[in-house]
C-alpha cells in the first residue's frame, strides 16, 4: 500500500515532466539561417526538438507543428554554435616539469566546470572547445573535447558516456622552441624529434604485444595508460593536436605524422603560407590563430593574416582557434571577418570557425552545421557575423539558452566590468 | 667593367629608382579625393577632396569647392581620416623579436629612472613601426614602457621616417610611471604599493628641494633624475601614470594634488567606479587598448570603458599600450573598432583616434583634424574604418604616401 503510494507520486510527478520534454518543440521563424552546409535561408525557420536539430530550411518549406513554441527571431541571423579547437579556458593544466612527454597526464581530471572562463566563451557564441594542456612540452597531455553544457562537474561537459571507454579528446604535441629547455627537455629541434620518435617506437612496440596477446591476459602487457593514449593515437582513435610555428617545425610534424600513421591537426600554423601547398598535399588540417601583429617570440615573426586564405587557396581544411587567452573567445568570430579582410572566401571564413574544426576534432557527426539531427548548438546574432557592429544575442546548447545578452548577468561576460572574471588564468602568476 | 658602361648602368638604377620609389616617396602636390572625408575639423565631408601641397595640408572641401590642378597625383578612397595618433605605444624601443637586444622600453636596475630619454633608444626601421604605419598610425606617442614608478622619458615621432631625427616631434612628452602590482613585479623594492607611493613622494620632495637649490648662489651639481623631475614640477614634462585599478587611479589623483603637476592618466580598466573623480580633476585619459586582457591588474577591464568616458565628458584617446608576448602590438584601428561595437559613438572614436588625442599631446597646432596648414597625414580606406573586412588602403606622412596601392 505504502509502496504503490510511491509508486503512484513517482509517475505522478515523473510522467508530465517526460511528456512535456518529448513534446518541447521549439520553432525560430523569421530569422536568416546561415547553415554552413548549404546556401544561407534569407526567411529560414529552425525547429528544436529534445536538444536536436529535427528540421531547418525555408519558411514555406518547414512545416510547424502546432504544439511548438514559436519564437518570432525575424532581423536576427542565425548560425551553428562556434567550435574552438584549441583554448586554454577552465583553468586547468597539463603535465609537469618532471617530462617533456606526458601521454598519460588527463587534462579532464583539472579542470573547474565553474569557471567564468566558460561564460566568457559562451558570450562569444562557442558550444564546443577542444580545452588543451599548455605547449611547454613535446608532448604535454590529453585534451579534452567540450560541450558548454550547465554542468556541476566535469563529466556533465564531455562529448562521451564513459571517458574510460571511448576517446573523447585529443593529445597535445609541440615542436619549435617552447618545449626546449633543462633538464628532462631537449636542447634543439632534432632531439625533440628523436624523443618524439622513440616514445612512439616503443608505443608501437606495446601495441604490437597487445595485439600478440591476442585477449590473452597473461600475455598482455603491464597496463600503462601513457602507453594505451598512444595507442588510441597510433590506431587513429586519437588526433594529435600539434603546436607548430615555423615552416620547418610544420614540415617535421608533418613528417613525424607520416612515420607513424597518426592523424595530426597542425595548431597556429604561423608560416603556413611558406608551405600551404606541403599542408595540402599532406592533407593535413591547419588550425591557425589572427594575431594582430607579429612578433613577441621569433617563431611569430613571419606569421601573416594571409595564411587563411592561403591555405583555402592550396586545398588545406583550415578553421581558426582562439588559444584563449592569447586571442579572446568573446570575439571569435572576428577571426573569421579577419580571415575574409584577407581574402578567404566568406563561406570557407565562416566553416573555419564551425564545421572545419568540428572535422579536425571527429565532432563533425554532432555539430558544426544546422541539419537535421545534429545538435541543437547555435547562436542568434544581431547581425551579419562578419562585421563588428554584430553581436552574439544568444547562444543555445542542445536546446538549451546557455547566454542571453539582455540578460544583464549574462551580459557582463560578454563586455568584461567589475568582478566579472574572477577565476582566470592569471593563478600561475602565484 | 669599363667607365661608360658603369655610367650606363648607374643611370639605369637610378631610372630603376625612381620608379619604384616614387610611387612611395615625396610628392610634393597630392590630391585626395573620398566619399566620406573625416576632416575632425567640424564637419564632415561627401564627395570631399584634400589638397596636399609641401607637406601641408593646402585646402580640404567638396569636390564641387574644390577642382584638382592637373599637376596634382590623385588617389581616392571611399573614406578618408586624418592620420591616427596611437597615444601610448612602446613599439620602436620595444622590438619584434621580443629578445632582450631589442627590448628597451623597461630598465630593471632602479624602479625610478625619469632621467631615461627615449630618443637614446628608438628604433625608427623597427619593423613594428612601419606595421602600425600600414594600419593608419602617423604619429607614435612612445617610449619607456610601464612597469616601474618611473621608467623614463617618452616621445613623439612620426611613422615613415628612417631616423629619429627626421622622425621626432617632441622629444620629451612625459615620463612614465606606473602605480600598482605590476612594479613589485619587476623591482625587489618596492614590494608594496604604500611602500612605491612613498618612495615617489620622497624623490619629488627631493626633486623640489633641487630645484629650489639650482636657482640659488650654491647650486647643486646637476642631476639628471632631479632635473626631470624637477620639470614635471616646473609644469614643463606631464607625468603619464599608468593605473589599472581604481585604487591606484585615486592613488594617482592624489600624488598630482600634492605636487600639482600635470597628468595624464594611463590605461584605467576600472575608470568606470570612478568616473567622477577623474572628471573632477580634469585629467585625460589614455585608455587601455580595448582588447586587453581580462588577468592581473587589467582583471576588471572592459570593452564598455571608452564609451563611458565619452559619455562622462572625460578627454580620452586610444593607445597600443605594451605587449610582452604575442601580438607584439596592438592596433589602435582595431582597438577603437571593439569600443564602437560596444557603446562609444563613431565619430567620437574617429575623435579620440586624431585630434583628442594630438590635443591630450599638445600637438594639435600640427595634427589630428583635417585643416589647412596642418601636418599632411592622411589616411586612406576602402569602408568603414572600423568594420573589420575594410582595409587602409593608403597613408600619407608628411605629404608623402608611404603606402599606397
Known sequence: ????????????????????????????????????????????????????????????????????????????????????????????????????????????????????????????????????????????????????????????MLFTDDPEVEVSGGLKMANGTNPIGEGAFPGTRAKSAAMVRDLFIKAREY?????????????????????????????????????????????????????????????????????????????????????DSPGGKMEAVDIRYTNGPELEEAGALVGYHTDDGITDSRIFLRSAAFGVRAGMSRQKALEAVTIANAKMMDIEHRVGTLEKGKDADFVILSGDPLSVYTHIEQTWVEGRKRFDRSDPEDKKFATGGYDVFRGTFHSHDN | MNLSYMNILKSTLAILAVLLIAPFSAEAQVAVKAQTVYTMDGQTLSNGVVLVKDGKIERVGTASQISIPDSYTVYEAAVVSPGLVDARTVVGLA???????????????????????????????????????NKGVTTLHTGHGPGALASGQTMIAKTGYHTVEEAVVDTTAMIAMTLGSGVSRNFKSPGTRAKGMAMLRQKFIDAKEYAEKRNSENSPSMDLEMEALADVLAGKVTALITAQKANDIMTALRLKEEFNFNMVLDGAAEAYLVLDEIKEAGIPVIVHPTMVRTYGDTQNASFETAGKLHKAGIPFAFQSGYEGYVPKTRIILFEAAIAVANGLPKEAALQALTLDAAKILGIDERVGSLSAGKDADLVLYDGDPFEYTTHVTGVIVDGRVVKGD
Open chain 1, 207 to 291: 601495441r604490437d604485444k597487445i595485439q600478440k596477446a591476442d585477449g590473452d591476459p597473461e600475455k598482455m602487457p603491464k597496463r600503462n595508460p601513457g602507453m594505451e593514449a598512444l595507442v588510441e593515437v597510433l590506431e587513429g582513435k586519437r588526433i594529435v593536436h600539434n603546436h607548430t610555428h615555423r615552416h620547418d617545425d610544420i614540415l617535421t610534424a608533418i613528417r613525424l605524422s607520416e612515420e607513424f600513421g597518426y592523424r595530426l591537426v597542425l595548431h597556429h600554423v604561423s608560416e603556413a603560407w611558406k608551405v600551404a601547398d606541403e599542408i595540402a598535399e599532406a592533407g593535413v588540417p591547419a588550425s591557425i590563430i589572427v594575431l
Open chain 1, 1 to 156: 500500500m505504502k509502496r504503490s503510494f510511491i509508486y503512484f507520486l513517482f509517475f505522478a510527478l515523473l510522467f508530465p515532466l517526460a511528456s512535456a520534454a518529448q513534446e518541447n518543440v521549439q520553432v525560430f521563424k523569421g530569422a536568416k539561417i546561415i547553415p554552413i552546409a548549404g546556401d544561407e535561408i534569407e526567411s529560414g525557420v529552425l525547429v528544436i526538438k529534445d536538444g536536436k536539430i529535427s528540421a531547418v530550411g525555408n519558411e514555406d518549406d518547414v512545416s510547424i507543428p502546432s504544439s511548438a513554441n514559436v519564437i518570432d527571431a525575424s532581423g536576427k541571423v542565425i548560425m551553428p554554435g562556434l567550435v574552438d579547437p584549441h583554448s586554454h579556458i577552465g583553468e586547468g593544466d597539463g603535465g609537469d616539469r618532471s617530462s617533456a612527454l606526458h601521454p598519460d597526464v588527463r587534462i579532464l581530471d583539472a579542470i573547474d566546470p565553474r569557471s567564468d572562463s566558460f561564460n566568457k566563451a559562451l558570450a562569444g557564441g562557442i558550444t564546443s572547445v577542444n580545452v588543451m594542456p599548455g605547449s611547454g612540452h613535446l608532448m604535454s597531455g590529453q585534451t579534452v573535447y567540450l560541450k558548454l553544457r550547465d554542468a556541476n562537474i566535469i563529466e556533465d
Open chain 2, 95 to 133: 622590438g619584434i623579436y621580443n629578445q632582450d637586444s631589442d627590448q628597451d622600453q623597461l630598465e630593471t636596475s632602479n624602479a625610478i629612472q625619469p632621467q631615461l630619454r627615449a630618443i637614446d633608444a628608438y628604433n625608427a626601421r623597427e619593423e613594428l613601426v612601419a606595421f602600425v604605419m
